[in-house]
């Protein structure tokens, strides 16, 4: 399901103009990280998606709709959102209910809902944990029941709010693996992040936002190859990036593969 947003502004009530004429088309399938500090515009834009927030100027579409003519309930069946903190979306006496509760406010069918929350609490690790109250799991185990709660929506784009904010290796791994299979079943994961290891193992597009304009927009290895201009945004390319620059390797490095790769070719030629 295609994204397009035409020439979006968003003034708040207390006269912060936190976008400023951003134009995007993201296809269905892309895998898309939007990066830059904070104050951006980075969560004001993807609030935009699913009608938490409306333009104050320009246009932005979900496939055939118009946000502004679906409420957020409707424009749920299409984007489902992660928040930052899963405090914010839980609130069932279980996990099982909580991973439940979206699919059954979509009219799936038991049949279908039973699939959907398998699938996820499988997904994310959380099967064994499916009678416990939210609220007595770590922080990891409510950020992963939040996201569980929204996989088990089977929507078309799925945005991901810092999700390795916190996290441990073992558990942004599994995130990891998560989008790996969202991307096989042609799901569009869009992220916000400052983790930029993540974002250039996981993410084949990088947008980065300077106060509420887009400054970058193109291929991972473009983008985070571009240091002086991240610099504006106070982002800084992820650490083999930096070193193969300073190496003068001959190609944008993204990970520890791509840099052996590299460097075993310069050092045995």
């Known amino acids: 399901m295609n994204i397009e947003i035409r020439d979006l502004c968003h003034i708040y009530p207390n006269g912060v103009e936190a976008l400023r004429g951003i134009s995007l088309s993201i296809g269905t399938g892309e895998q898309v990280a939007l990066i830059g500090q904070n104050g951006a515009g980075k ?3 993807v609030k935009h ?3 938490l927030l409306r333009p104050t100027r320009g246009e932005v579409w979900i496939g055939d709709w118009e946000t502004r003519q679906f409420s957020v309930s409707r424009l749920a069946a299409r984007v489902g959102y ?3 903190n899963p405090d914010e979306q839980l609130f069932c006496k279980t996990v099982e209910e909580e991973v439940a509760f979206g699919p059954k406010n979509l009219g799936f069918d038991p049949v279908q809902t039973a699939a959907m929350v398998e699938d996820a609490l499988m ?5 064994d944990k499916r009678g416990v109250n939210p609220y007595d799991l770590s922080p990891t185990g409510r950020k992963m029941t939040a996201l569980a709660s929204i996989l088990s929506m089977d929507t ?5 709010d810092e999700p390795t904010t916190g996290q441990d ?4 791994a599994r995130i990891a693996q998560i ?5 096989k079943r042609g799901k569009t994961v869009i992220t916000i992040t400052h983790d930029i290891d993540f974002c250039a193992e996981n993410f084949a597009r990088v947008i980065a936002l300077l106060q509420g304009q887009v400054l970058l927009d193109g291929p991972a290895r473009e983008v985070l190859g571009q240091e002086e201009l991240l610099a504006q945004t106070y982002v800084e390319p992820p650490q083999l990036t930096r070193l193969g620059k300073r190496l003068e390797l001959p190609e944008t490095i993204l990970n520890q593969d791509e840099f052996l790769r590299a460097y075993r070719k310069v050092t045995t030629h």
């Open 43 to 45: 969560t004001t834009l």
């Open 49 to 51: 998606l699913n009608g």
């Open 123 to 127: 997904l994310t690790g959380l099967w």
């Open 169 to 172: 290796a073992a558990t942004t």
């Open 82 to 84: 992660v928040f930052q």
């Open 179 to 183: 989008i790996a299979r969202l991307r």
């Open 156 to 160: 078309p784009i799925i945005i991901l």
